[in-house]
């Protein structure tokens, strides 16, 4: 699982630079597909068995990186935070922020790095706001584990290796603290 | 009084901003903040402004404090990682910098190094969040004790004005959630956009849990202008302030702007939840004393020195800087050491 010099060990290059990408996934759709795959029983168990297998799992999260590249401009972090950034990847900004825009933002909404593309906040909160879900971007987002690029999120995700992605502004932020679970998992493993 | 005073006091506070040169020496530091002293309580030192490389923003800070005057160490995330950023902050601690000021940071592409890696490992809200963790919880972020744990005064950076709007004062929500004690924004020069924000601001509380410091910038010439509208990122000259400072000769560009500047002072303070002004004049320092003199925010404070105007000193303020002679400093800075700090 673990990604050593840039290469994982699923063998997948993750040397694409941030960019700015427009989702090709309405905002609406993208939320039904959240409620359907939600982690439950059964694809717990499956995500568990994908996982195990040397054959299955390098497949799956080569399929996971096609279908995201082309919808999300994925970039393989690992660690997705699109279920509450209304499907728009954070990681192609430039700065990779995942709390919020920069100052730079254009009058026009566009990045200050890319002023030809929109910056992936306007977006976000654009798509998040016409679901009703802008409560979603006040989530407060940990600092992402860099050894996990390139691993499969769909896997983590149903494994439940994502929950201390982000936690509520309000309350518990002080005394959780920002390190990820993510980290206490592999830290302790 | 500190920084943290006068905002815990519900005084004004003002702070200005000094850009520190680039170059080994500290001279330049040492004579701005010297002209600053006894007009501002604290002053900020940027981290490689613009992604320029300059003197660092921690020996500025000591520069700053040498010359008796309280640092507010800028803290950008573009050039260093998690490591670096909890390192500089123990060591920024341990030599008495308490003001630290957290921000994204410019992207490289725009300063001398655009074929940098840009590191942006934290963003800024998580980094407050980790500093405020080493500090309350006197722990870093791999859960390593540190012993003394280190003692900061958290602040924010925020932009009212940019896209998008209706998130901007919830940005500023989870910068105060994660660890932020005071904000100051972005350049301020359109008064009522920023009162629309404040008054959103109030609306989430924000200004009960964080002193809000208004960005306040003075206009020096026409090319500074349009610099200003054009190329700065975030920054929205709007119209009437640029026809403005356009109507009045070449110049007086430079009186003018301090004129404006003056009332974007006067009007920002009368703001409810706006606890201070930040004036952002960097290479323009000699103009902070006319604004504030001419804003009336000066009047009220009991600093001892501030009366007592004894000795005409255009020689303090550094060598024929093209700064506003109409609005500058005619009045004296007293040439004494210690401020009561």
Not at chain 2, 183 to 189: E, R
Request: net charge neutral; hydrophobic share 40%; glycine share 12%.
């Amino acid at each position: 699982m673990r990604c050593a010099d840039g290469l994982c060990a699923d063998g997948l290059l993750t040397a694409r630079p941030p960019i700015p990408a427009h989702p090709r996934l309405g905002a609406r759709l993208a939320y039904w597909l959240q409620r359907a795959l939600r982690p439950r029983f059964g694809v717990r168990w499956l995500s568990a068995r994908i996982e195990a297998s040397g054959l299955a799992r390098p497949l799956f999260t080569g399929g996971e990186r096609v279908t995201k590249e082309s919808l999300f401009g994925c970039r393989m972090c690992g660690q997705c935070a699109l279920p509450v950034t209304g499907y728009v990847c954070p990681m192609g900004c430039p700065k990779e922020l995942r709390n919020g825009p920069c100052g730079g933002v254009g009058a026009d909404g566009s990045c200050e790095v890319y002023p030809g593309l929109r910056c992936v906040w306007v977006e976000a909160y654009e798509r998040a706001a016409s679901q009703g879900r802008v409560a979603d971007l006040s989530l407060l987002h940990r600092p992402i584990d860099h050894r996990r690029w390139g691993e499969s999120s769909w896997l983590n995700y149903w494994q439940g290796r994502d929950e201390g992605l982000w936690t509520a502004a309000v309350g518990h932020a002080a005394s959780e603290g920002p390190r990820t679970s993510h980290q206490r998992v592999l830290g302790g493993s | 009084m500190s920084l943290r005073e006068r905002l815990a006091s519900g005084g004004f506070a003002v702070t200005a901003e000094i850009s520190p040169p680039r170059g080994a020496g500290t001279e330049p530091i040492t004579a701005t903040a010297a002209l600053l002293r006894h007009w501002v309580d604290a002053v900020n030192v940027t981290d490689n402004q613009g992604s320029n490389v300059r003197l660092a923003s921690w020996a500025g800070s000591l520069a700053v404090m040498a010359a008796g005057l309280e640092p507010v160490m800028q803290m950008t995330c573009r050039d260093r990682n998690r490591i670096a950023l909890q390192s500089d902050l123990l060591g920024a601690s341990a030599l008495g910098i308490r003001n630290v000021l957290v921000m994204t940071g410019d992207h490289p592409k725009f300063g001398d190094h655009p074929e940098a890696k840009p590191v942006f490992d934290l963003d800024s809200v998580q980094l407050l969040w980790t500093l405020r963790h080493m500090r309350d919880q006197g722990a870093l972020l791999s859960g390593r004790v540190l012993k003394p744990p280190p003692d900061c005064f958290l602040g924010a950076v925020e932009n009212p004005f940019a896209p998008p709007a209706g998130f901007r004062a919830d940005r500023l929500g989870k910068k105060v959630a994660a660890g932020a004690q005071f904000v100051q924004t972005q350049f301020v020069f359109d008064v009522q956009a920023f009162a629309h924000w404040m008054a959103q601001v109030r609306d989430l509380g924000l200004h009960e849990r964080c002193y809000i410091l208004a960005g306040v910038g003075a206009v020096r010439s026409r090319r500074g202008l349009d610099f200003m509208r054009d190329q700065v990122p975030g920054v929205q000259v709007p119209d009437d302030v640029y026809r403005r400072l356009q109507a009045v000769p070449a110049d007086q560009t430079a009186a003018e702007g301090a004129r404006l500047a003056a009332e974007t002072v006067r009007q920002l303070s009368a703001i409810e939840g706006v606890a201070g002004v930040h004036l952002l004049v960097a290479g323009n320092e000699q103009a902070v004393p006319g604004i504030l003199d001419e804003a009336g925010v000066g009047a009220g404070r009991t600093e001892p020195d501030r009366a007592e105007p004894d000795r005409a000193g255009p020689d303090r303020a550094g060598p024929d800087r093209d700064g506003p002679d109409r609005d500058g400093p005619d009045r004296a800075l007293p040439d004494r050491a210690g401020h009561g700090r």
